[in-house]
Every structure is written in C-alpha cells, then in structure tokens.
C-alpha cells in the first residue's frame, strides 16, 4: 500500500503565497512523475503541474510563472510553490505518484487533497 499525505492548504490573501507539500509513504520502490492537480467548486478537476522523476517540469498556462513543483526525491515528497494567488486559484488541491511498489506493481496513487482559498 502508498500512502500521499498533502498538508500546507490554507486562506491567503490576493497576492500572497503558500506552500504545499506531499509525502508519499508505504511500500514505494520507486517513483515515475509526481503531480499536483486541483478542483475547483462546480468545476472538473485540472492538472496544475508535473514533474518527472528527472526533474522536469510543465504547468497549466494558467499558473505559469506563478507555481513552482519540485520534489526531493530521497524524502518521496513532492512540493508546489504558489504565489502570486489570485481568487481563482482557490480549489482543493491534490497530488498524485506514479509509483511501482515493492511487489513491483505499478499504479497511480492519489492523497485526499488540502483546501486553498484566497480570498480577502
């Protein structure tokens, strides 16, 4: 079993930033791309950002130059630096791992997500 733990949501005024981590934990082998996506009230969800297991990344156009992922991978934890927030941006955000497990069984794993609203 894989584990992803998400935690650093919050309210935040217009402008500001935050930080949102995601540790994955369990019976990890290895771990392919990491990503962060987000859900919006009435909306579908949406892919935020990506990062493989190299270090490359892309984005959303609508979070370009605002968000930065990163991922540290001897700790599995993947981290998605948002500033610049707009009132749009607020959702519940979610990562995910594509992980192959000890038992070398590969499959993609989601956590339960953590809230970010900006608002003033």
């Known amino acids: 079993q894989v584990q992803l733990v998400e935690s650093g949501g919050g309210l935040v005024q217009p402008g500001g930033s935050l930080r949102l981590s995601c540790a994955a934990s369990?019976?990890?082998?290895?771990?392919?791309?990491m990503e962060w996506h987000r859900q919006a009230p009435g909306k579908q969800r949406e892919m935020v950002a990506h990062v493989s297991s190299g270090g490359s990344t892309n984005y959303a156009d609508s979070v370009k130059g605002r968000f930065t992922i990163s991922r540290d991978n001897a700790k599995n934890t993947v981290y998605l630096q948002m500033d610049r927030l707009k009132p749009e941006d607020t959702a519940v955000y979610f990562c995910?791992?594509?992980?192959?497990?000890?038992?070398?069984?590969?499959?993609?794993?989601w956590g339960l997500g953590t809230q970010v609203t900006v608002s003033s």
């Open positions: 995910n791992a594509d992980t192959v497990t000890i038992a070398r069984s590969r499959a993609l794993y």
């Open positions: 369990g019976s990890i082998f290895s771990i392919y791309g």
